[in-house]
């Protein structure tokens, strides 16, 4: 059916009314980015999608982006996006980690009790949303470590499978380290999680309460991975 030059007006200025779900979800992404770890060539930021029957009345005023309080893990983070201006209004979008990331995976069967060399480990890609908790991102990092218990050829290895002196314990007082343009940054924080030597923690930043994820480099001592 064709439209009326009047009526194909008002649908202009309806849709001009109507708030652009796809530049939202784009915002939502950005903000994300600035609070998840950053990403390797095998990742992007998927956001929502928001629901093409939610149509928000245009902001006019620029669209406030924030993290919703508890709505961060290590791949995925509830973003809320509200608009201050006359017509007021909020939603929440989450924004997840797609993509593959570097696991360490168990070479052949390994006996409880064995001192994992080089040899007994090997690296895939593998889909993050399949991985399980306390997954090894490097092979370096569990050599010289001892297997807790067996572990069965090709298995992902993660911290539950190793046995170590743990850098950093939950709770515990910390100082984070982080490298920004050039120049080296500490602050206080307390870890959130028990960590081995070069695995990934993490820590809420005393300062700015938080949460953000970085590597125990030694005892006490945490590498904050910025964007």
Same mark, same amino acid.
């Given at each position: 059916?064709?439209?009326?030059g009047s009526q194909s007006v008002s649908a202009l200025e309806a849709a001009a009314e109507i708030q652009d779900n796809?530049?939202?979800?784009?915002?939502?992404?950005?903000?994300?980015?600035?609070?998840?770890?950053?990403?390797?060539?095998?990742?992007?930021?998927?956001?929502?999608?928001?629901?093409?029957? +939610?149509?928000?009345?245009?902001?006019?005023?620029? $669209?406030?982006?924030?993290?919703?309080?508890?709505?961060?893990?290590?791949?995925?983070?509830?973003?809320?996006?509200?608009?201050?201006?006359?017509?007021?209004?909020?939603?929440?979008?989450?924004?997840?980690?797609?993509?593959?990331?570097?696991?360490?995976?168990?070479?052949?069967?390994?006996?409880?009790?064995?001192? !994992? +060399?080089?040899?007994? !480990?090997?690296?895939?890609?593998?889909?993050?949303? +399949? !991985?399980?908790?306390?997954?090894?991102?490097?092979?370096?990092?569990?050599?010289?470590?001892?297997?807790?218990?067996?572990?069965?050829?090709?298995?992902?290895?993660?911290?539950?499978?190793?046995?170590?002196?743990?850098?950093?314990?939950?709770?515990? +007082?910390?100082?984070?380290?982080?490298?920004?343009?050039?120049?080296?940054?500490?602050?206080?924080?307390?870890?959130?999680?028990?960590?081995?030597?070069?695995?990934? $923690?993490?820590?809420?930043?005393l300062s700015s309460g938080k949460v953000v994820e970085g590597i125990a480099r030694s005892q006490q001592v945490v590498?904050?991975?910025?964007?």
């Open positions: 059916m064709l439209l009326s796809t530049q939202l979800e784009a915002l939502a992404r950005s903000e994300a980015a600035l609070h998840l770890p950053a990403l390797t060539p095998h990742e992007r930021l998927a956001a929502g999608p928001i629901n093409g029957s +939610t149509h928000l009345a245009r902001c006019n005023q620029p $669209v406030r982006a924030s993290i919703s309080a508890g709505g961060q893990m290590r791949d995925r983070i509830l973003v809320e996006l509200s608009c201050p201006g006359a017509a007021p209004w909020h939603i929440y979008v989450p924004v997840r980690v797609v993509g593959t990331a570097q696991v360490a995976l168990a070479a052949h069967a390994i006996v409880a009790g064995s001192v !994992l +060399t080089a040899n007994d !480990l090997r690296t895939e890609q593998r889909d993050i949303s +399949t !991985l399980p908790p306390g997954y090894m991102d490097d092979p370096a990092a569990t050599v010289g470590l001892t297997a807790s218990r067996p572990i069965s050829s090709g298995a992902v290895i993660t911290n539950q499978f190793l046995l170590g002196t743990k850098a950093v314990e939950r709770g515990q +007082t910390v100082t984070l380290v982080a490298d920004a343009g050039g120049m080296s940054v500490s602050m206080q924080g307390r870890a959130v999680t028990d960590a081995l030597v070069n695995q990934r $923690v993490k820590v809420e930043n590498e904050i991975i910025l964007q």
